[in-house]
């Protein structure tokens, strides 16, 4: 299993952007559904973005953050990113990303846009994302 690690977060204003990274230290992520999640102060965690790295165009994107944020990746860093435009207050969440093997999800007879939160077995230890107003 991958073990994952977030970076990028930090304190941004009202409109900005920020590129926030995971990083891979083990198997290749494109055999992987990974996922983009967020927690906000106070409330579950929620899905930002599921996708498989080698198919981005396949890239589902949850809620409010659709034409605000994109996935991109790196294969020869074996990394992926979230690329936040248009940041809002409500933004402020700590990011997780989180990774399922895709033979996991087809066992479960699941695609990776239907993976659910508790499908993801590999989780990173997040990076807090605060956008003041």
């Known amino acids: 299993q991958p073990r994952l690690a977030e970076s990028g977060g930090g304190s941004v204003q009202a409109g900005g952007s920020l590129k926030l990274s995971c990083a891979s230290f083990?198997?290749?992520?494109?055999?992987?559904?990974m996922g983009w999640f967020r927690q906000a102060p106070g409330k579950e965690r929620e899905a930002v973005a599921t996708?498989?790295?080698?198919?981005?165009?396949?890239?589902s994107y949850h809620g409010s953050v659709k034409g605000r944020f994109t996935v991109s990746q790196d294969n020869t860093k074996n990394t992926v990113y979230l690329q936040m435009s248009s940041l809002e207050p409500e933004d402020t969440a700590m990011y997780y990303c989180a990774a399922v093997l895709g033979q996991v999800l087809r066992g479960r007879r699941r695609t990776c846009d239907e993976a659910k939160e508790a499908d993801f077995g590999d989780w990173g230890q997040g990076t807090q994302v605060t956008v003041s107003s």
């Open positions: 083990g198997l290749s992520l494109s055999i992987f559904c």
């Open positions: 996708f498989y790295p080698g198919g981005l165009e396949r890239t």
